[in-house]
């Protein structure tokens, strides 16, 4: 569980929460989402990284009161515990040897002067 650090109303509907989320924030970057659950019987909600800050270990995101989800995120308090977690944690090495090797491949495979049309 991750606690509310910091909740600053932007206006009427709009909200800034910093939450302390050490792992994530080293690992993540600006625009990257999060998945939220502020209970155990909430839904999983995916909200936008507007700053994250890998030494204070902390993420914050700005979010509007929408629908019901957003609403209970919006109302609760600082120091509030609520369940956080990331599909974009650092990637397994392997996977970033394939990433590289896919890129590699297709950089030999179509190489700029096999664009250029001959007669």
Known sequence: MNKIIRKQQFSEKVFCIEVEAPLIARSCRPGNFIIVR???HSERV???IAKSDPVK???TMVIQEVGRSSTK???LNEAT???ISSAH???HPTL???VRLSVLVVVSVLPPSSL???P
């Open 116 to 118: 250029s049309s001959q």
């Open 81 to 83: 515990r609520l369940s």
């Open 57 to 59: 270990g902390t993420l």
């Open 46 to 48: 995916p909200y936008t």
């Open 73 to 75: 995120l919006c109302q």
């Open 89 to 91: 944690l650092v990637p």
């Open 38 to 40: 502020v209970d155990n």
């Open 96 to 98: 970033r040897t394939m």
